[in-house]
């Protein structure tokens, strides 16, 4: 069964320096995700990507964060000065059609230590 | 705005024993419900789903959930409960407000469910 792969599993880096998290969906899912969830606390939305743009944004995804699908099967997550507060399992997810009835099958999931 | 709220953080429950986690919702549309389950060190896989068809609603491993709307609920059960199924347990909600696939979900707290043996 296809399934949802993020890499790194665990990413250990330094307060200020950047880190890029790599997703690869589902082959042919259309909208892709990305969520975080703090230790402790609930799974939040980040941002949703739908034909090569943001579709849309919480108020979690400042200018510290971009996504981009480099080529045809990466989806990442580039955070572009870590703070101790973005440490969070991050997870990316992916639906095959356009609705939101569509299920969201998600990746294992990488834990971003910021230290 | 959609929000969910999972009323128990924690549910202990004996192997062999009825398992009920409840959930309610807010949204100003038709929404879509989720349950989820994580377990330690895993990601998160799909019980079951609501999206308008039938209210009772049968998932995986043996769980169903019922939509009711005048409760504004979505509660998860099991009739017999595994050690297999001690994990994190979340209530998730869609209501497509942004159209499409834009949105994205709006999870519970969770509930821990411990398996007693």
């Known amino acids: 069964e296809p399934e949802v792969t993020q890499t790194p599993s665990h990413q250990v880096t330094q307060m200020g320096q950047e880190v890029i998290l790599r997703c690869v969906p589902i082959?042919?899912?259309?909208?892709f995700y990305w969520y975080r969830q703090i230790l402790g606390q609930k799974v939040e939305f980040l941002v949703s990507?739908?034909?090569?743009?943001?579709?849309?944004k919480s108020e979690i995804f400042d200018d510290q964060f971009s996504v981009e699908r480099p080529d045809g099967s990466n989806f990442t997550l580039k955070i572009r000065s870590t703070k101790l507060e973005d440490s969070a399992m991050y997870f990316c997810a992916s639906i095959e059609g356009t609705s939101f009835t569509d299920t969201q099958y998600f990746g294992p999931g990488t834990r971003l230590t910021v230290l | 705005a959609q929000s969910v709220t999972q009323l128990d953080s924690h549910v202990s429950v004996s192997e062999g024993t009825p398992v009920l986690l409840r959930c309610n919702y807010s949204?100003?549309?038709?929404?879509?419900l989720f349950w989820y389950v994580q377990h330690p060190n895993k990601g998160l896989q799909l019980l079951l789903k609501?999206?308008?068809?039938?209210?009772l609603v049968k998932g995986i491993n043996g769980f169903e959930a019922e939509f009711k709307k005048s409760e504004t609920s979505f509660h998860l059960t099991k009739p017999s409960a595994h050690m297999s199924d001690a994990a994190e347990y979340f209530c998730?909600?869609?209501?497509?407000?942004?159209?499409?696939?834009?949105?994205?979900?709006?999870f519970g707290k969770g509930t821990h469910l411990i398996i007693q043996p």
């Open positions: 998730v909600v869609s209501d497509g407000y942004s159209g499409g696939g834009a949105d994205g979900l709006t």
């Open positions: 990507f739908y034909n090569n743009e943001i579709s849309e």
């Open positions: 949204s100003s549309y038709s929404p879509s």
């Open positions: 609501y999206t308008s068809a039938a209210t």
């Open positions: 082959s042919n899912h259309l909208y």
